[in-house]
């Protein structure tokens, strides 16, 4: 940690989830992983068609899902050659959008057969609620989070916020902590959806 901004000491592919943040937060947290060695592909969950999940099972036995949208699109741009998996969104009220809620629910599917890619993943939320209500959010968020992380190893629910002005987090300091992790720990066979 004393030795400057920590590189990659191999290279590394860093896919981001961007469920309604401005292009501006992105960014940010985008030249932070570049600078540090990283590539980096943003998929914007609003450009996809993603439906709801009818719970009819088929996936649990076949891996594949009988709605037809874009969710084997978004797990092909996620999933070939993922290190790191970011979610970044803006939190309400305990969640994310829509969207990402019928995602969590519909990508399932490629964990079902037993897969045992590993990838690190975080998240990174913004959030203009009163404290008390952020607080709030952030534990039912939390909450939800460890209920669907069924693949990848969680690194932990790093927060930062908007708008708050003397209780913004320093995010450089989860970038830091994930680019340890990817040089020291075991991060297993990729291809994670694949």
């Known amino acids: 940690r004393n030795g400057g901004v920590?590189?990659?000491?191999?290279?590394?592919k860093v896919s981001i989830l961007n469920d309604h943040l401005p292009e501006a937060s992105v960014n940010r947290v985008k030249s932070l992983y570049e600078e540090r060695g990283c590539e980096v592909d943003v998929v914007n969950l609003s450009e996809?068609?993603?439906?709801p999940c009818n719970a009819c099972f088929?996936?649990?036995?076949?891996?594949?899902?009988?709605?037809?949208?874009?969710?084997?699109?978004?797990?092909?741009?996620?999933?070939?050659?993922?290190?790191?998996?970011?979610?970044?969104?803006?939190?309400?009220?305990g969640m994310l959008s829509q969207k990402f809620k019928f995602w969590t629910d519909r990508h399932v599917q490629f964990g079902r057969a037993g897969t045992s890619d590993e990838f690190v993943r975080m998240t990174l939320v913004e959030s203009d609620e009163e404290p008390l209500e952020r607080q709030q959010s952030m534990t039912e968020f939390a909450q939800w989070e460890e209920a669907i992380n069924g693949?990848?190893?969680d690194y932990g629910a790093g927060t930062y916020f908007m708008r708050t002005g003397d209780e913004e987090i320093d995010i450089t300091r989860y970038v830091d902590d994930t680019i340890l992790i990817?040089?020291?720990?075991?991060?297993?066979p990729r291809n994670v959806f694949s």
Do not use: F, Q, W
Request: charged residues 30%; proline residues 4%.
């Open 182 to 188: 990817m040089n020291n720990e075991l991060v297993g």
């Open 151 to 153: 693949i990848g190893r």
């Open 48 to 51: 996809y068609d993603v439906k």
């Open 6 to 12: 920590p590189k990659v000491t191999e290279k590394r």
């Open 58 to 93: 088929a996936c649990y036995s076949n891996r594949t899902c009988c709605m037809k949208d874009d969710v084997p699109a978004i797990a092909d741009r996620l999933g070939t050659n993922t290190d790191l998996m970011l979610t970044m969104g803006t939190l309400k009220r």
